[in-house]
């Protein structure tokens, strides 16, 4: 396993395009898990940049504090203005402590996937082991395809790179540990005046953890489990596209 520390992540597009996206993963995936949603923001004109957080992409870790990675992030921030910034599950709470860093030269569209906001003690004492066995003990690509029929395999197998490029079971039992009590849904309501945040949910119970602003709008996608980047890429794309006033859609 790699010890390499420093920042890392995968582009797709063209360096010289006028329109930026940013993509942050969740937790146990990788920039890889971004694929089909990427590839479709570059096909519209987006040079897409999606980093691998501390601990995930082969990048050693041992501060997993939200404060910490959100910092970690702050170099992609320096010299660019993204027009879209697209996270999932824990790369949405990052992205919620990384709102009072943003540039507000401009206007920025974020997209939260199916944001991991609240945690109950008890849900995340469960996870800890849950998410960590999942670390320790990949799962084939035959297995997940199994279990998510609306998976494509390429779905599948970066789900398995995701994983299989987390540093060690004890990256997610940290996460959690470290971030205790897991309660972030009120970082949310620090929106600059430049940001307008769509909430994308699979879950409806996330939607309760989502404080009422009105730069900040909620949507339910019916039928689709907890990984919206695989089952549902155009729900994605599409939000982004309209959050920045683009017609298109995919």
Known sequence: M?????????????PSSTKRALLVHGGGCSSFTWERVAEALA??????????????????????????????????????????????SLGSTVVAALLPSLPRSGPTSLVLVDPSLEFSPEFVKAAKEEWADSVANVKPVEDFMAQFPKWTRLDAITRVVGLQSCASPDVIREILTQNGPWAFGHLLSNCPPNVTITVLIANPEVEKHVPKHPQITCSIIPGVTHWVQYEAPERIVNAALRSVGEGQEV
């Not at 995930?56 to 660019?80: K, Q």
């Open 43 to 88: 096909q519209a004109g987006y040079f897409v940049v999606a980093p691998n957080l501390i601990g995930h992409g082969f990048r050693a870790g041992t501060d997993f504090r939200l404060a910490r990675m959100a910092e970690d992030l702050h170099s992609y921030l320096a010299h660019v203005d993204y027009d879209v910034i697209i996270a999932h």
């Open 2 to 14: 790699s010890d390499f520390a420093l920042p890392s992540a995968t582009q797709w597009g063209l």
